[in-house]
């Protein structure tokens, strides 16, 4: 049976090639009272990263964009998921999800839309933004949500950037939807005892 009462178990998956993923998803899982799970230079994810996302009520995705997708790594764990997919593991799941590339566009968007698709076919639930976007001509770079998605987080490091440059608006962005998402999933539980 499960405990109603108790927090919301909250899943962060992601690969990072040079760190700024990393950084991002470290500030979706300080909103979300998340628990990392990394995906490894290899595509390869730990059993006890597998057994978390099991346990999970809400999983993020995390990626860089390269070439106009998530990395091959991400798309590897995508691949390695379809077992849980066919025995219906992480149904009625809550989702999200984010992203990072050294280009202002740089398809990310392209990203989060395979993000969208992957939580469908596993037949979960997205959560989307609520932070309008910085598009006016007083917006800065460390404006939340300077990127102006709606699906996830974007952020925007330029290639020579470390990832201790990178914008402090785009990781409170992260940060807020990580909150965000944990608070979706724990009013969904609350709204499924209610009609138990």
């Known amino acids: 049976m499960t405990d109603h009462t108790s927090p919301v178990k909250t899943a962060v998956v992601y690969h990072s090639g040079y760190g700024h993923t990393e950084r991002m998803a470290a500030a979706v899982a300080e909103g979300a009272g998340a628990v990392l799970v990394a995906i490894d230079a290899d595509g390869n994810v730990a059993q006890d990263g597998w057994e978390t996302l099991a346990r999970a009520d809400a999983i993020l995705f995390g990626s860089p964009t390269y070439m106009g997708g998530p990395s091959w790594q991400f798309k590897k764990f995508a691949d390695a998921s379809s077992k849980t997919w066919f025995e219906g593991g992480w149904k009625n799941k809550v989702f999200g999800g984010f992203t990072?590339?050294?280009?202002?566009?740089?398809?990310?968007?392209?990203?989060?839309?395979?993000?969208?698709?992957?939580?469908?076919?596993?037949?979960?639930?997205?959560?989307?933004?609520?932070?309008?976007?910085?598009?006016?001509?007083?917006?800065?770079?460390?404006?939340?949500?300077?990127?102006?998605?709606?699906?996830?987080?974007?952020?925007?490091?330029?290639?020579?950037?470390?990832p201790e440059e990178m914008s402090p608006g785009d990781l409170e962005t992260a940060r807020r939807y990580g909150a965000r998402v944990a608070l979706i999933a724990s009013q969904l539980r609350s709204g499924r005892h209610q009609t138990n």
């Open 100 to 162: 990072n590339s050294a280009s202002i566009n740089g398809d990310k968007l392209n990203t989060l839309e395979y993000f969208v698709l992957l939580a469908g076919q596993h037949s979960g639930i997205w959560v989307s933004m609520d932070i309008k976007p910085a598009n006016l001509k007083a917006s800065v770079r460390d404006d939340l949500n300077r990127m102006g998605s709606y699906i996830g987080p974007m952020a925007q490091t330029p290639a020579d950037a470390s």
